[in-house]
T-cell receptor
């Protein structure tokens, strides 16, 4: 079965510090990896996906097939980045497998 | 476009009652997905529907749970004879074409509490 592991349930950093949210996935075929974010009192929304190789709100994520990881990074965290972050993987179909999520708190 | 609309936001039921959760997809979207999030867990796929068709219900519990997406009206996730273990957040998502790994648009979820 596909698995997505987010080892940190909680992550707290200070404003301006670098942040890295970890995500590992079980290897199987050619995965499609995503990061979804849920800000307080808002809906779950797509932040970025690896096939786009984009940077959204200063966040980037690189797919590392050797380590089966898709860590989310931002060099300088902002208070408005505080949210719940979910790593998810797709595959050859429409189903997404989500990690348990990491609650990021950026302190002033 | 109001986005994916789910109602109610909160639903309280006693054991043995029925729960009906509604989801209206985004305008123009004909593909609907239901996910369940148990406490301290990630979202787990339940069922994928197109208009009047269940495409994949492999994530649905074998008993008491059913889903539909009629030609007219919202998609309904129905839980009969609820038990305390059904307490969870139920999220609906929609997409325009159902192509693998297409961006999903999520609703705000329904928090079901079973007393």
């Amino acid at each position: 079965a596909q698995r997505v592991t987010q080892p940190e349930k909680l992550l707290s950093v200070f404003k301006g510090a670098p942040v890295e949210l970890k995500c590992n996935y079980s290897y199987s075929g050619s995965p499609e990896l995503f990061w979804y974010v849920q800000y307080s009192r808002q809906r779950l929304q797509l932040l970025l996906r690896h096939i786009s190789r984009e940077s959204i709100k200063g966040f980037t994520a690189d797919l590392n097939k050797g380590e089966t990881s898709f860590h989310l990074k931002k060099p300088f965290a902002q208070e408005e980045d505080s949210a719940m972050y979910y790593c998810a993987r797709g595959g050859s179909n429409y189903k997404l497998t989500f990690g348990k999520g990491t609650l990021l708190t950026v302190n002033p | 476009n109001a986005g994916v609309m789910q109602n109610p936001r909160h639903l309280v039921r006693r054991r043995g009652q029925e729960a009906r959760l509604r989801c209206s997809p985004m305008k123009g979207h004909s593909h609907v997905y239901w996910y369940r999030q148990l406490p301290e867990e990630g979202l787990k796929f339940m069922v994928y529907l197109q208009k009047e068709n269940i495409i994949d219900e492999s994530g649905m519990p074998k008993e008491r749970f059913s889903a539909e997406f009629p030609k007219e009206g919202p998609s309904i996730l129905r839980i009969q004879q609820v038990v305390r273990g059904d307490s969870a957040a139920y999220f609906c998502a929609s997409s325009p074409s159902g192509v693998g790994n297409e961006k999903l648009f999520f609703g705000s979820g329904t928090q079901l509490s079973v007393l």
